[in-house]
C-alpha cells in the first residue's frame, strides 16, 4: 500500500511511487518500465542501475565491485528505497558491445558460444558476466578461460539459450561485468584444492583449473563433475588429457545412477578437508549441498567460494 510517506523513484523523468514491501524492481516493472532482470535475488546483476541522487541503502550493492559502488550503482532486486531516488540506466563503460565469434556443442545440450568484446572485460577466469540480447534480454554466464568462451545448457523454452543456439557468429551482444568471487588466487600454491560442479557448473570450474594449473600450482587439485547419466558429461577428453598431463592433477566425472550423490563421493574420497580450498557452481540446490558438505569435512568457510545458478524468476 502506498501511503504520503511512501518513497517515490524518478526514472528519466518520470515519477514512480514504490508501495510499501516494493523493491526498486517491482515499482518500476509495475510502472511499465523494462529493467532487465533475471534471478531477482541479486545473484545475476542483470538489474543493475544508476542512483543520480538519493541514499542509496547498503543491501542494494551486495556482490557489486568497489568502483560501482563508487559510482552508486545498485542490483534493483535488493533495493527497497527508503527515500526518494533518482534511477537511471547504466552509463557508458559499464555494458560493452560485444560480438559472437564462434559456437559448438559440446554435448547434446551443452552449447560453447565464444564472444569477442569491444574492450578488454578485465576478468579472471570463473568469474561470470550478464550478456544481453539487442532487444535488453539479460542471463548471466561463467566465463571459463582467458578469453571469453561460456558454456551454455539448453533450456527448453528457455529465452536465452535458445536464442543463443541459434545465433550466428558475428550476432551483437552486450555485455557486463565481471563479477563474482570464483576464480583462483595464487597466495598458497601447495594448498589441495577441489573443484564440484554439475552440468554447465562445469564452465567456472575449467576456468579455475586451467588458471591454477597454468600459474603453476603444485598442490593437489581434485575436480568433480556430476551428470546424472554419461550424456550429461563434456569436455571429457580433455580432462582426461590434463590429468595425463599435470600429475597433480585428478579428473572425476560422477554418475549419479553409478556413484552415488555427488557431496557422498566427495565425502567418501576426502573424509577431512581441513586446510583445503573449494569452489563449487551450478545448480543452486547443489551447491548448497556441497558447500555444507565441505564445510562438514572440515574446510574453513572463508576458503569456499560458491555461484550458484540462479535462473529467471518469473512472477
Ligand atoms: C551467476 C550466474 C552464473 C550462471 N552461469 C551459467 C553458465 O555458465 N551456464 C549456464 O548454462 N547457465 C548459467 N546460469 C543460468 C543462466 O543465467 C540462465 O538462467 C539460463 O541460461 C536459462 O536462461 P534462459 O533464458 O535460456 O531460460 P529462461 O527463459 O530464463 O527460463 C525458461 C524456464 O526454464 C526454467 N529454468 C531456467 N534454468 C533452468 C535450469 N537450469 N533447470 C531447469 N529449469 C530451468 C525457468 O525457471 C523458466 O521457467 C548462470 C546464472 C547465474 C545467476
Ligand atoms: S541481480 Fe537483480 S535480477 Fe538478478
Not at 64 to 79: E, F, G, I, P, T
Not at 277 to 287: H, K, Q, Y
Request: a neutral charge; proline letters at 9%.
Amino acid at each position: 500500500m502506498s501511503s504520503a510517506n511512501s518513497p517515490v523513484l524518478h526514472w528519466e523523468d518520470t515519477p514512480v511511487p514504490c508501495l510499501e514491501g516494493d523493491t526498486a524492481l517491482e515499482a518500476l516493472l509495475r510502472a511499465g518500465i523494462a529493467i532487465p532482470h533475471s534471478c531477482r535475488a541479486g545473484a545475476c546483476q542483470s538489474c543493475l542501475v544508476q542512483a543520480k541522487s538519493g541514499a542509496v541503502p547498503a543491501a542494494a550493492q551486495q556482490g557489486l565491485k568497489d568502483s560501482l559502488r563508487a559510482q552508486n550503482y545498485l542490483l534493483a532486486c535488493l533495493c527497497r528505497p527508503e527515500q526518494d531516488l533518482t534511477l537511471a540506466p547504466p552509463g557508458q563503460g559499464v555494458r560493452i558491445p560485444a560480438f559472437l565469434t564462434e559456437a559448438d556443442w559440446l554435448s547434446d545440450s551443452v552449447l560453447r558460444v565464444r564472444l569477442a568484446a569491444s574492450e578488454p572485460l578485465g576478468h579472471r577466469p570463473g568469474q561470470y558476466l550478464t550478456l544481453f540480447r539487442p532487444d535488453g534480454l539479460g542471463r548471466s554466464y561463467s566465463i571459463a578461460g582467458d578469453d571469453l568462451e561460456l558454456h551454455v545448457r539448453r533450456i527448453p523454452g528457455g529465452a536465452m539459450s535458445n536464442w543463443l543456439a541459434e545465433a550466428q557468429p558475428g550476432d551483437a551482444v552486450t555485455i557486463q561485468g565481471p563479477a563474482g568471487d570464483c576464480f583462483y588466487t595464487p597466495g598458497d600454491p601447495t594448498q589441495p584444492m577441489l573443484l564440484a560442479g554439475a552440468g554447465t557448473g562445469l564452465a567456472p570450474l575449467f576456468g579455475i583449473l586451467r588458471d591454477a594449473l597454468r600459474q603453476g600450482h603444485q598442490g593437489p587439485i581434485w575436480l568433480y563433475h556430476g551428470a546424472l547419466n554419461e550424456r550429461g558429461l563434456y569436455l571429457t577428453t580433455e580432462l582426461q588429457a590434463m590429468a595425463a598431463e599435470y600429475p597433480n592433477f585428478a579428473y572425476r566425472p560422477a554418475l549419479l545412477d553409478r556413484d552415488g550423490p555427488l557431496p557422498e563421493l566427495i565425502s567418501r574420497d576426502h573424509p577431512k578437508l581441513n586446510g583445503w580450498r573449494g569452489f563449487v557452481c551450478g545448480d543452486p540446490t547443489i551447491v548448497n549441498m556441497l558447500r555444507k558438505r565441505l564445510f562438514l569435512g572440515g574446510m574453513a568457510s572463508r576458503a569456499i567460494s560458491a555461484d550458484a545458478f540462479l535462473p529467471a524468476t518469473l512472477k
